[in-house]
């Protein structure tokens, strides 16, 4: 996860600090680790529908691939500052997730990009977890209208505790 990860709270938060603190987590992650992870996706994904597994999964690796090299790459001098309250809580929700993966379920080469990506993509790009296209059932998929991104299932799982819907930035597709 991102154990190594320690902020205080207490004060402001550079979203280039952040980014440092990130690389740090995702430095050592190797093509075997990216491997491992991406076998774990692949073996998930047989409990997604058959109609669109595979596009579902070419959105998740994609995403994690893409966002993985794009955060090693990353030296953008952001010069806002992180919602540090909203911050901790993401974290707290990844913390709860890990505590609570049952055995068999908890890959920690997955679990520690995808906590990281999660956080990366939310806190930095600003972008929701899913990328834009990433479809779900029923033919949904996540969109972009405007500087909007909107999601087909926000409102069902924002409050579910082993999803990290609650603090990804997608509104709602009221057109669901």
Partial sequence: MVQGMKFDFEKPLKKVELVEALKNEVHDISVMDIMEAHSYLVSEGRYVQESYRDEYLKSYVKAFLTRLRDLRNDNIPY?????????KDALD????????LVEGEFNPCFWRIYSVMSIYTS????????????????????????????????????DNPGAVCGFCIAEQDEDV
């Fill in 123 to 158: 806190f930095v790009l600003e972008e929701p977890i899913h990328i834009v296209g990433t479809p779900f059932p029923g033919g949904f998929k996540v969109k972009k209208v405007g500087d909007d991104y909107l999601c087909p299932v926000k409102e069902k799982q924002k």
């Fill in 93 to 100: 929700n990844l913390e709860h997730q890990e505590k609570n």
């Fill in 79 to 87: 010069p806002s500052d992180v919602d540090v309250d909203e911050l």
